[in-house]
């Protein structure tokens, strides 16, 4: 939190991934994926529906077995963990479509996000809040009645409460208006410059990914097959070569 | 004007009554999904905790009020991690285990306490409503019956456990990437809904009579009353008694009570064909 420019690249990855098989009973989904995420590294994962993007974050989150290969977090290996044991171990999980506790008010969302991180609530919402300042005239309004946007905003906001080690962001501008995806970047800009977080995000907006990531993997078929630059990514007849559908 | 005190007190004392014997399968039908067909029986049990306690010379209020719910709650807490905890979202699976627990249930306390019916005296005496008399026992039923509501309200809405608890029920997958157990929470759920239903058990015992089959005679009116609730635990259940135990009641005094309970379920037909959804289904939504 010092407002420098980026950590230096680390030694050993915050997240490792080897060979990660996994899917939906017997229907394979991911064929042996590996990347690597550093220290306050901000990684994107480019590919189309049915590639198996969010499968890829449900695994990692242990939410769907992992069939074989290893995941490791600072070294330690996590593949057999419950969810429960990853987000305690420091994974942060901002899945897709957002799951806001629909009944529990924006600030007992934020409250269930402080449950790990064990810094004092109070201190800690108040923290957050300065980033996403939208949030701060709805915190008793039940979480089900914000708009898609806004609901994307609690979703980061209580994943980071419980200060993750690393965020798993699952194509958070789906669905959202455009001026909150332009928020949405920017909050993620100010808070990686101002604190190093550590992403891996998954997406098909290519505006979105290319802003935010600092390398691109193109998730295809269940495989990384390759890995673009950000400048790349912006430019669409490229990325289409890399992540068509053959 | 004295008969309107005593049928006014005696209404209110049902609704309690219906509460105290509804909430603790609400707890656990209203949170978790699970159909607890020894929720009678666990009740029987927290009777049968008080005889005993009786028996042995332990405090009367002790017996009544304190540990039937714990030891109930304890019980609850040894069936959810023997049998429910492997059942959770198989709806059948858990009926056809909680018939089997309650029928074993039966079958144990008869072998161990024969199939007699027992009593437990009761603690206080009566006082005059004009010129009729009243039990003041009802007040301690009605008392015990506060108490829960405000206790369950108050943990629900202003404990971080209660907040970790909705969370979980709303959203369990999510609220296991926050670092919530939900197995835990379930568990803990679990042994609360047993406690309540120790607890009516218990307080109930020195006006029903203890025997083995007694579960059976509360666990229609209870079901009956969590539907009638609907998906706001607490104050559905309140609702939902409150308006069940006045119609049993008032037409239990100007009839019979065998007229007062049909009067009761005509009443919860017409109210679940009304309000599929029971009444915190479309009122007080946001209500616990």
């Keep these: 939190m010092n407002g420098t420019a980026s950590p230096p690249p680390p030694s050993v990855p915050l997240l490792s991934v080897e060979g990660l098989h996994s899917g939906y009973g017997r229907i394979p989904i991911l064929g042996g994926v590996s990347l690597a995420v550093g220290e306050g590294e901000f990684v994107g994962i480019l590919g189309h529906n049915g590639m198996g993007k969010s499968t890829l974050l449900r695994t990692l989150m242990g939410y ?45 969302n934020l409250r269930m996000g402080c449950l790990l991180g064990g810094a004092p609530e109070a201190g800690r919402i108040e923290e957050i809040l300065g980033l996403f300042p939208r949030l701060k005239a709805y915190l008793d309004r039940p979480g089900g009645a914000l708009s898609g946007g806004e609901q994307q905003l609690l979703a980061l906001a209580r994943c980071l409460c419980g200060a993750p080690r690393i965020v798993l962001l699952d194509e958070p501008t789906e669905g959202i208006q455009p001026s909150i995806i332009e928020e949405i970047i920017e909050t993620l800009q100010l808070i990686g410059r101002e604190r190093g977080l550590t992403v891996l995000l998954v997406e098909q907006n290519l505006n979105f990914i290319a802003s935010l990531s600092r390398r691109i993997l193109i998730l295809k078929k ?25 | 004007m004295d008969l309107t005190g005593l049928v006014a007190f005696n209404v209110v004392t049902g609704i309690a009554t219906l509460f105290l014997i ?29 005889v005993t306690a009786v028996d042995h010379g332990v405090n009367i209020w002790v017996a009544l009020l304190v540990l039937p719910p714990l030891v109930v709650g304890l019980i609850g807490l040894a069936v959810e991690r023997t049998v429910i905890r492997f059942l959770y979202g198989r709806m059948m699976d858990t009926m ?37 008399g009243a039990s003041l026992f009802n007040l301690v039923l009605i008392g015990t019956a506060l108490v829960a509501i405000v206790a369950l309200l108050g943990l629900l809405r202003f404990t971080k456990f209660g907040l970790v608890l909705r969370a979980t029920m709303q959203n369990a997958r999510m609220a296991a990437a926050l670092g919530v157990s939900p197995g835990t929470i379930y568990m803990a759920t679990f042994a609360l809904g047993s406690a309540l239903a120790g607890l009516a058990g218990g307080v109930l015992a020195p006006i029903s009579g203890v025997s083995p089959d007694m579960g059976a005679a509360y666990i229609a009116r209870a079901f009956i009353t969590v539907l009638g609730g609907g998906p706001a635990i607490v104050t559905g259940t309140g609702l939902a008694s409150g308006l069940f135990g006045f119609i049993d009641e008032l037409v239990s005094f100007q009839t019979s009570p065998v007229i007062g309970d049909v009067a009761l379920l005509c009443a919860a037909v017409l109210l679940i064909r009304v309000l599929p959804q029971g009444i915190t289904g479309r009122f007080l939504r946001r209500s616990l």
Aim: net charge neutral.
């Design chain 2, 22 to 50: 509804t909430i603790g399968l609400g707890v656990i039908y209203g949170m978790m999904r699970i159909i607890n067909l020894a929720h009678g029986e666990f009740m029987m049990l927290g009777a049968y905790t008080a």
């Design chain 2, 96 to 132: 056809l285990a909680t018939w089997g627990i309650s029928l074993g249930l039966i079958g144990l306390v008869t072998t161990l306490f024969g199939n007699v019916v027992k009593a437990v005296p009761t603690p206080v005496g009566s006082f005059e409503i004009g010129r009729y």
């Design chain 1, 64 to 108: 769907l077995p992992a069939t074989a290969g290893s995941v490791s977090l600072s070294g330690r290996a996590i593949a057999g963990l419950s969810p429960t044991a990853r987000a305690r171990a420091g994974m942060g999980y901002v899945p897709q479509g957002r799951e806001i506790f629909p009944g529990l008010s924006v600030h007992e």
């Design chain 1, 222 to 246: 269940g495989a990384i097959t390759g890995e673009v630059p950000p400048e790349v990514a912006r430019d669409r007849a490229m990325i289409d070569e890399f992540v068509g559908m053959d």
